[in-house]
């Protein structure tokens, strides 16, 4: 089993900065892929950024230009840098790791609002 732990959430002003990190444990050498995803109030939970293994990055295009994702080397901690941060980018966002086999996981989630 995989355990998902989010941080980094928190209140910023719009065109402000924040950084969240996800990290994983227990059974890490399965892991392979591992992404972030965001879910706004009445709205369907939506991909934001993933990065593969070998990392490959995959970004929705409302975040391209803002956000950067990245993983340590280890491959158990995932980062998601964004800047230029809009109010549209509220949402909780939830950490998401794939594993090479069997079922993928989800953090329990961070709120990220951006407001003046």
């Known amino acids: 089993q995989v355990q998902v732990v989010e941080s980094g959430g928190d209140l910023v002003q719009p065109g402000g900065s924040l950084r969240l990190s996800c990290a994983a444990s227990?059974?890490?050498?399965?892991?392979?892929?591992m992404g972030w995803y965001r879910q706004a109030p009445g709205k369907q939970r939506e991909l934001v950024a993933t990065?593969?293994?070998?990392?490959?990055?995959n970004y929705a295009d409302s975040v391209k230009g803002r956000f950067t994702i990245s993983r340590d080397v280890a491959g158990n901690m995932v980062y998601l840098q964004m800047n230029s941060l809009k109010p549209e980018d509220t949402a909780v966002y939830y950490c998401?790791?794939?594993?090479?086999?069997?079922?993928?996981?989800w953090g329990q989630g961070t709120q990220v609002t951006v407001s003046s």
């Open positions: 998401h790791v794939i594993r090479f086999s069997g079922p993928a996981y």
């Open positions: 227990g059974s890490i050498y399965s892991i392979n892929d």
């Open positions: 990065i593969t293994r070998a990392g490959s990055t």
